[in-house]
């Protein structure tokens, strides 16, 4: 509930006329840990606990059957551990959704989840945005490895077959300093953002850069074929 009123998604919804799920995870079993359970995402496909996937598709399932959903416009988004569910979700349920966009999370392995991990289609491209604030935990950017973002942002370039990911174009507005990626048709299908000073958290002006800038750009046709701006079939 609180991501409803900080992220400003719904706001963002009404705006441009889209239905917003805020779907929660299964509460994560922390006793060994000396932690409380807390609410988390199953990002790791681990067969012990809820299997938050098939809670994804019964979603979206749900939706489609009660309302008129353009299907070829389902996009993922999530902060923390839920950027590390929203890159599983696009992993492992492509047939689903269009792109992806996440804040303050990348998958690093166990209960994070991994490119390896059981599941995980290797068959079509997925754009994917991703945004880390500058004090992030470990930073936000690629020079310490400890954070795992050059490790993720390697694999979504090789995976989308885009420029090495060390060889970015780059620009900067305000305090977001951009990483972009394009495949050999000149289609950004990686992105990687840092936000100058900006701690682990997501905020509204993600929603509407997400929406406006990553989102409403790409659609799939009838046959599954990922499209950029209504024009460029992307191979």
């Known amino acids: 509930e609180p991501m409803m009123a900080s992220t400003e998604w719904v706001k963002v919804a009404e705006a441009r006329s889209f239905i917003v799920l805020f779907p ?46 353009d299907r070829s416009r389902v996009y993922a988004n999530g902060h923390s551990m839920g950027a590390c569910m929203c ?28 490119f390896d991990t059981e ?11 991703m945004v880390m604030g500058e004090n992030d935990y470990n930073g936000g950017t690629y020079e310490n490895p400890a954070n795992g973002t050059k490790v993720n942002a390697e694999y979504w370039t090789k995976r989308n077959e885009t420029q090495p990911v060390d060889e970015p174009l780059t620009y900067r507005n305000g305090l977001y300093y951009h ?3 394009l495949n050999k048709q000149g289609v950004p299908m990686v992105q990687f953002t840092t936000v100058d000073y900006k701690p682990h958290c997501c905020t509204a002006q993600d929603s509407w850069f997400f929406y406006d800038e990553w989102f409403s750009k790409f659609s799939r046709k009838e046959d599954g074929t990922l499209v950029y701006l209504n024009g460029i079939e992307i191979q």
């Open 24 to 69: 929660a995870g299964s509460m994560r079993r922390m006793a060994d840990k000396g932690w409380m359970p807390h609410p988390a995402w199953n990002a790791g496909h681990v067969a012990d606990i809820m299997d938050d996937e098939k809670l994804v598709k019964m979603m979206l399932e749900d939706v489609f059957s009660r309302f008129h959903v």
């Open 87 to 114: 890159q599983r979700a696009i992993l492992a349920l492509p047939e689903y959704f269009t792109a992806g966009a996440s804040t303050g999370g990348v998958l690093k392995g166990g209960f994070f989840g991994y």
């Open 119 to 129: 599941g995980v289609k290797e068959t079509c491209k997925m754009p994917l945005w």
């Open 179 to 181: 990483k972009v990626y």
